[in-house]
């Protein structure tokens, strides 16, 4: 596969401390491989499928397009790979696509989607551990917990990668 150095973003409105969260970490790692973030390829919008449909066809409507796009929610990229599929694009060959949350409908959708996991059991566990403790103690006190997500590797990103059925 060739290497990849323009990657497209869409991400949840920035008013959202999760979009700023996430589009942080697109940042970081733009920086840590040594790719130039361009405006062009930068679009924000509601966690819907429409919003990825939308930012993809412009994306893909300029004169020199994204080879990847990185999608702040699984939904998101659901519409990207809509529009791709719909426009003659053949993915990942043509452009990568990475989305974020590893909903049932990311493993359905063709092709199936490369998400990051995020460990909603865990995160479970940590509000109501939260919730309980300011219960007990009468108080309650803000704090930030980060949790590890780890990155499903499906065939939006590598075309020959495994496949299974997670139910």
């Known amino acids: 596969m060739a290497v990849i150095k323009k990657v497209a973003y869409i ?15 697109y940042k970081r790692a733009m920086r840590e491989y040594n790719i130039d973030i ?11 499928i429409g919003t990825g449909w939308r930012a993809t066809r412009s994306f893909m409507m300029l004169p020199n397009p994204p080879t990847a796009i990185v999608c702040a929610s699984d939904t998101i990229a659901v519409g990207c790979i809509k529009y791709l599929s719909q426009n003659g694009f ?11 949350d590893n909903i049932p409908l990311s493993y359905i959708i063709e092709p199936p989607l490369t998400t990051v996991t995020i460990p909603i059991d865990a995160m ?7 919730t309980i403790g ?6 309650a006190r803000k ?17 020959d990668s495994a496949f ?3 139910l």
Do not use: H
Request: charged share 20%; hydrophobic share 35%; aromatic share 8%.
């Open 164 to 166: 299974k059925i997670e």
């Open 11 to 25: 991400g949840g409105t920035g008013d959202r401390q999760v979009s700023q969260g996430k589009f942080s970490g």
């Open 90 to 100: 053949s993915i990942p060959q043509d452009v990568a696509v990475v989305g974020y």
């Open 124 to 130: 479970a566990r940590e509000a109501m551990a939260m």
């Open 143 to 159: 704090r930030q917990v980060v949790l590890n997500t780890t990155l499903c590797i499906r065939r939006t990103t590598v075309k």
């Open 38 to 48: 361009q405006n062009e390829y930068l679009s924000e919008g509601y966690y819907i």
């Open 134 to 139: 300011a219960i007990n103690s009468g108080t």
